[in-house]
């Protein structure tokens, strides 16, 4: 009996945009022809096989081992389906001759960029169907859910996520196993689970390859959260540009209801837990906590002060547990291996591992999931390959419109919540832009200043306002008409709107500028009208 | 009744529990400058120019929606906070249309009275002049959105005190504007009682009565605090 083959065809939005749905019809087709031969080979549609920038994506797993193709068309599916039967194995992809159909198509899965990531909340991405609750189940989804429910106090699920040191992965880093000891200590009354996927950061798309790749593997996530803070009502809070994650995420609710992992009494157990997606209305802010939870109420998404947070006054008042996509997927993980084991990984302050959406200038663009600490360089020159055509790196972007770029001479520095800031760069959600040596720092600036502009809700004025003045600032820069009283004014607009904006999109608006300002001085004074009065000037800031 | 003590600018001050800094503050006699924040009306901190400095806070905190809490240190007018006031109410006549000379509000304008309190005699910022409507739709009242500063006092006023909720707040960033109805002529939201309070609160002339020329607006702020406390000690018969 010769053994199994099967094909993993991503079918993310990346590989779809891509043509990975053509290429699946093509090599379904294709299987129909070769007879008997094709019974022994699956097609299995799955998420994000990572490598995004080289989609579609096509993995081939055979007892010899496992390969990746990408790029390929559907003409190629042929060559595809015979390379897969082949008998020799082949699986050692050897020099490919000139004869090789597949020849330029085959990705090194034993390279560097996927030998030195560690998958964690990706374990699942890109093995298992999103779309069904059966395979997600033969993964081993919903068991450390069960696990939980008969085994472990809300006490003790909340010991082993604050054991682990697993911090929010929406940006700010606030440690979550105190967010959760927050919530459940409240006193009783309602409360609730929100899970934030408004993923807004351009050039962000950890959270999107999540829902579509692995969508049980979230709601097990917050399952577990909300029977460790005591909820019995939840929100999935996604953004409306996501078609294709709210269809496989309403999708895997469905599943997960009709198999009783949702609803009442669960596993036999008193939990009972309803879970609802809701969706954006392309509002930026509405990723800003207090901003979504007015939002998820059928009101205007805008910050508001906190104190109170929505852990003590959230939805309708009552207590909610608020964490990112992410978060909530590293929880299964850190069940079942134990919080130790998660702490293991990681630097001092910031454990664990960390999804990165790499773009812009790189080789290879895809999602990263490596270690916290690993050095930036090693991110971005050796995983991602470096700049296409071989020059060097001049910056990297992280943290989106509220991040900064860190240039070059610091590319050593770990990636962890702490050295980022230092920078004045932040961890953000994770958009990792790499740019290379034609970027000019103050058009970088300008676009995530308009951006911010184009975003902010107008409620105060120094975000609605000031980022408007800067805007126009910054444009003078770009079109090489300002004097040395723009850079002035541009420093102490950026400081003010960064001390007095009410919520965290205005006071890290002016970070693309204040960061570019720090390490990209000399780009500022070059596109003054009069560069040589702008370098006398200098001093500010 | 639980008294807290704190010390604002060198001076302590003891306010009641649950009383904002803003209170603490004014108990001190420094004299923080607010625009969106209305006696009575539940606070927004959209302004940011009640922002004061707690020592050990690391960020500045807006007095009006900040709790006082016993031994805070508080300083209102820092040499920081000068400038941020001063750079906020610039950023607040840079981004409409604000004419004095020809305003209803001209000498009653608390927009007028800041730019005075934080020494602001012009502004650094370049003005930028926006294409803004009037809504005289209505037979008492007149809305020119070109003197909105976007308070949401007239919001808060008519949702909170009134409760007809005619007012909101549409679109977003520098396109923000106040909404009547649901964004109708505010002459045609039935809702509106024509009650006035929302052109009582107004800070500037961006509401008024039509009665009213150049320089003659005579607002009574006052008014949701006397209401409110009215309604909190059931001062009326019906309630």
Known sequence: ?541 | MAVLTLNVNGQDVAVPAGASLLEATRAAGADVPTLCHLDGLSPVSACRLCLVEVEGSGKLLPACSTAAAEGMVVHTHTPQLREVRRMAVELFFAEGNHVCAVCVANTHCELQDTAVAVGMDHSRFPYQYPQRSVDASHPQFTLDHNRCILCSRCVRVCDEIEGAHVWDIGSRGGQCHIVAGLDEPWGQVQACTSCGKCVEVCPTGALFRNTDTTAEKQPDASLPALLRSARDQRRWHNQ
């Not at chain 1, 090599?27 to 007879?35: R, T």
């Not at chain 1, 015979?82 to 085959?106: K, Q, Y």
């Not at chain 1, 693309?512 to 009069?530: D, G, I, K, M, N």
Request: hydrophobic letters at 35%; aromatic letters at 6%.
């Open chain 1, 1 to 541: 009996m010769p053994s199994p083959v099967q094909l993993r065809c991503c079918e993310a939005s990346g590989c779809r945009s891509a043509g990975s749905q053509a290429l699946r019809t093509a090599l379904e087709d294709a299987c129909g022809a070769p007879g008997p031969e094709a019974s022994r080979l699956t097609i299995k549609p799955v998420g994000c096989l990572r490598q995004c920038g080289s989609g579609p994506l096509v993995a081939c797993d055979r007892p010899g081992g496992t390969q990746l193709f990408g790029g390929l068309a559907p003409e190629q599916a042929g060559a595809l389906i015979a390379e897969a039967l082949a008998d020799d194995g082949g699986g050692n992809a050897g020099p490919s001759s000139a004869a090789d159909p597949l020849a330029g198509h085959r990705l090194d899965l034993e390279g560097p960029f996927f030998a030195l990531q560690r998958p964690v909340v990706l374990e699942g991405c890109g093995q298992v169907n999103p779309e069904s609750i059966d395979d997600a189940l033969a993964f081993g989804s919903y068991a450390q859910l069960q696990r939980v429910l008969q085994e472990l106090t809300p006490e003790q699920v909340r010991d082993e996520v604050r054991l682990s040191g697993l911090r929010g992965r929406g940006g700010a880093g606030y440690p979550t196993g105190l967010k959760w000891d927050t919530v459940a200590l409240q006193p009783p009354g309602p409360r609730y689970v929100v899970c934030n996927a408004d993923e807004g950061d351009p050039g962000a798309f950890m959270d999107r390859s999540v829902l579509e790749s692995d969508p049980h593997r979230l709601i097990e996530g917050m399952a577990i959260a909300a029977y460790a803070v005591g909820a019995e009502r939840g929100f999935v809070y996604v953004r409306a540009e996501y078609p294709l994650a709210i269809e496989r995420l309403r999708l895997a609710l469905q599943q997960a209801r009709s198999r009783h992992l949702l609803g009442n009494h669960i596993h036999g157990t008193p939990f009972n837990l309803r879970l609802e997606v809701r969706v954006g209305a392309g509002a930026y802010v509405c990723g800003e906590e207090t901003a979504l939870l007015l939002s998820i109420q059928g009101q205007r998404g805008m910050p508001q002060p906190r104190p109170p947070f929505p852990a003590q006054s959230g939805l309708w008042g009552a207590p909610t547990l608020i964490n990112n996509v992410e978060t909530f997927t590293a929880v299964p993980a850190i069940l079942r291996q134990g919080g130790d084991w998660y702490a293991a990984m990681g630097t001092e302050h910031s454990k664990g591992t960390k999804v990165f959406a790499l773009s812009g200038a790189v080789v290879n663009t895809g999602l990263v999931e490596v270690p916290m600490g690993t050095p930036l360089r090693t991110v971005v020159e050796v995983i991602g390959g470096g700049v296409p055509d071989g020059s060097p790196i001049k910056a990297v972007q992280t943290g989106g419109p509220s991040g900064g770029c860190i240039p070059a001479e610091r590319l050593d520095t770990p990636v962890d919540y702490e050295s980022l800031l230092e920078l004045g760069s932040m961890m953000g959600s994770g958009g990792m832009v790499v740019m290379g040596s034609g970027t000019s720092m103050p058009e970088v600036a300008r676009h995530f200043m308009g951006f911010s502009v184009n975003e902010s809700c107008g409620k105060c004025v120094p975000c609605r306002a000031g980022t408007v003045q800067l805007a126009q600032l910054l444009d003078r820069f770009v079109e090489r008409r300002a004097t040395p009283e723009d850079m002035e004014r541009l420093d102490a607009l950026c400081r003010m709107v960064k001390a007095t904006s009410l919520c965290g999109l205005g006071q890290s608006a002016p970070n693309p500028v204040l960061s570019t300002l720090r390490w990209f001085r000399h780009e500022y004074e070059a596109a003054c009208r009069e560069p040589t009065l702008c370098v006398s000037s200098g001093g500010v800031g």
